[in-house]
């Protein structure tokens, strides 16, 4: 079991940046692959970003790339995403996700969910 736990949510005007957290514990965090997901109000849930077990590397969803970054730390077993120039659009629950390999992740298939952070952008 890997359990995970995210944070850093909240709300933040248009233009403005925020960087969630997810700090794993359990089985071994590096051995993992890493992302992000969201659900939008009345959406579906999406994907946002991955990252590769040693983060060497990462894919984003094209609404994000070049605003937002993935990243992780090994040592202290928190995977992040850095999000700039945030948009309304970018209002969602935001939810980490693990597995162990970095394909499957990609296309949504994950073994494990945090419980979410919500991010709200406004004007």
């Known amino acids: 079991q890997v359990q995970l736990v995210e944070s850093g949510g909240g709300l933040v005007q248009i233009g403005g940046s925020l960087k969630l957290s997810c700090a794993a514990s359990g089985r071994t965090f590096s051995n993992y692959a890493m992302g992000w997901f969201r659900q939008p109000p009345g959406k579906e849930r999406e994907f946002v970003a991955v990252?590769?077990?040693?983060?060497?590397?990462?894919d984003y969803a094209t609404s994000v790339k070049g605003r937002f970054a993935i990243s992780r730390d090994n040592a202290r077993n928190t995977v992040f995403l850095q999000m700039n120039s945030l948009k309304p659009e970018d209002t969602a629950v935001y939810y980490c996700?693990?597995?162990?390999?970095?394909?499957?992740?990609?296309?949504?298939?994950?073994?494990?969910w945090g419980q979410g952070t919500q991010v709200t952008v406004s004007s």
């Open positions: 996700a693990a597995h162990l390999s970095y394909r499957p992740l990609l296309r949504g298939d994950v073994d494990y």
């Open positions: 990252i590769s077990w040693g983060g060497g590397s990462t």
